[in-house]
């Protein structure tokens, strides 16, 4: 649904073909609170016996600064159809858990179909590449997995004031050094974004996904919420907040 609100954004007008290009930075704190998806028993059993694991190995959260760097563009060929292209570069540095400190660089490309003022559709392929910093592991093992797939997205413009939105992810995730997390997942996100004159744009929305892996101990599945508010001051100057929570299970 981001990449809808992106293309709109550069290309409001539809009798306009050509190119278009925008680029953006975003920076900011946060905190996770389990970002080894350790356990937070003291004391776990394996092969009939029990053992204590060290603080390193049980849950433990922290905070972290993160980078986010962005360029799109999109080419429109007529009214109905153009194409958009995204890369988009992440990083994150936690203040005291070095080993996960992480970079992913990731691109998607694909095509755009708006068959009237109120619809629209993308269905962009992409590519995802993650790096951790662990200071324990080889250069390569440090390369963590890729992932590749389809994101189809619709918007449903039902009124001027309200927007129904759903994403779709279907993909298959590879690991370079560990193939029994070797993965195909699937997650599905629906939501509504309501705009009101005096308050502004809000939004709601909702996830839940699947990951099916090699080794049944890494399959998981995850559910979320997010909310949003975005407000236009002024010309040049717009406000906004996002909060979201996912739970993953394993």
Not at 114 to 120: A, E, K
Not at 221 to 249: E, P
Request: net charge positive.
């Amino acid at each position: 649904i981001a990449n809808i609100d992106r293309f709109l954004g550069m290309m409001n007008n539809r009798d306009q073909t050509g190119d278009a290009w925008r680029a953006r930075a975003t920076a900011g704190i946060g905190y996770d609170s389990n970002p080894g998806t350790a356990t937070s028993a003291r004391e776990v059993t394996m092969w009939g016996l029990p053992f204590t694991l060290s603080r390193d190995a049980r849950r433990s959260g922290d905070g972290f600064a993160f980078f986010k760097g962005e360029i799109d563009h999109i080419r429109r060929f007529s009214r109905e159809f153009a194409w958009t292209s995204n890369l988009t570069i992440n990083a994150r540095k936690y203040f005291r858990l070095e080993d996960y400190d992480s970079f992913a660089f990731s691109g998607s490309t694909g095509p755009v179909w708006q068959p009237g003022d109120r619809v629209t559709a993308l269905l962009p392929a992409f590519i995802n590449v993650n790096r951790f910093e662990t200071r324990s592991k080889t250069q390569n093992d440090r390369w963590q997995s890729w992932d590749y797939g389809v994101a189809p997205q619709v918007r449903y413009a039902a009124q001027d004031w309200l927007s129904l939105n759903l994403a779709m992810t279907v993909g298959r995730r590879l690991y370079y050094s560990e193939s029994a997390k070797d993965a195909t997942f699937a997650s599905v996100s629906p939501g509504v974004d309501i705009t009101t004159p005096a308050a502004g744009t809000f939004t709601f929305g909702a996830s839940a996904g699947r990951e099916l892996a090699r080794a049944s101990v890494f399959a998981n599945h995850s559910a979320g919420v997010n909310v949003g508010w975005q407000y236009a001051f002024a010309q040049g100057l717009v406000v906004s907040a996002y909060g979201s929570y996912t739970d993953v299970k394993y």
